[in-house]
């Protein structure tokens, strides 16, 4: 079985400083890590992936997020936030085969102070 | 961009009603998910769709809840007899054959009175 853990259901931050927005997963195989970013009445849209490819992932708008297997851990970062960067951001795992569910976290609201 | 499309974007009901909630995919994707995200919740996977049949559901998916692609650009998902626990936003998502990446739609926001 796998899940995701996100801590903190909202994170504020003021514009310039570092994002830091946590993830931990389980899973009893080798997984799949995604993060999708939502923005007010929008879908979600796919920020970053990590597919057992280079653990430092590099993805849209800034962000990026380290693949930490001994800390079971995909935390996304973005070392300035921007206004824009106001939404809800969350993580998801699924199996490394085939077209399989993902398992979302509970999502972390992200506000960004001028 | 080709992006999923979702209609409608809020559908009222009433309890016991059937409700169909529709989705147009991105065109060449041959994977279809439905997930819904009750209010405070986590977004949780309902359904996927492959060649024309189920490929995989969760428990969720019992059989008040059925999809089909009635053609060869909508995915529908049909709930037989809404409850007020079903209140919730829905949401459509499509894959490729590769299918490392989900694309969502906006969504259907459905409330069940």
């Known amino acids: 079985a796998q899940s995701v853990t996100q801590l903190g259901s909202h994170v504020s931050v003021s514009e310039g400083a570092l994002v830091l927005l946590r993830c931990n997963y389980s899973?009893?195989?080798?997984?799949?890590l995604f993060w999708y970013v939502q923005y007010p009445n929008q879908g979600l849209q796919l920020l970053l992936k990590?597919?057992?490819?280079?653990?430092l992932v590099k993805g849209i708008n800034g962000f990026e997020a380290e693949f930490k297997k001994s800390e079971t851990s995909f935390h996304l970062t973005k070392p300035s936030a921007h206004m824009s960067d106001a939404a809800e951001y969350f993580c998801?795992?699924?199996?490394?085969?085939?077209?399989?569910?993902?398992?979302f976290g509970k999502g972390t609201r992200l506000s960004v102070i001028a | 961009e080709p992006e999923v499309t979702q209609t409608p974007s809020h559908q009222v009901t009433q309890m016991g009603q059937e409700v169909i909630l529709r989705c147009v995919p991105i065109?060449?994707?041959?994977?279809f998910y439905w997930y819904r995200q009750i209010l405070g919740q986590k977004v949780e996977f309902l359904v996927s769709f492959y060649n024309n049949e189920i490929s995989e559901k969760s428990e969720i998916f019992d059989d008040q809840f059925s999809v089909e692609r009635p053609d060869g650009s909508n995915f529908t998902l049909k709930i037989r007899s809404t409850k007020l626990e079903d209140s919730a936003m829905y949401f459509c998502a499509s894959s490729d054959q590769g299918g490392d990446i989900q694309y969502f739609g906006a969504g259907t926001r459905l409330s069940v009175l």
């Open positions: 990590y597919t057992s490819a280079a653990t």
């Open positions: 998801a795992v699924r199996r490394n085969s085939g077209n399989t569910p993902l398992v």
């Open positions: 065109s060449n994707h041959l994977y």
């Open positions: 899973s009893s195989v080798p997984p799949y």
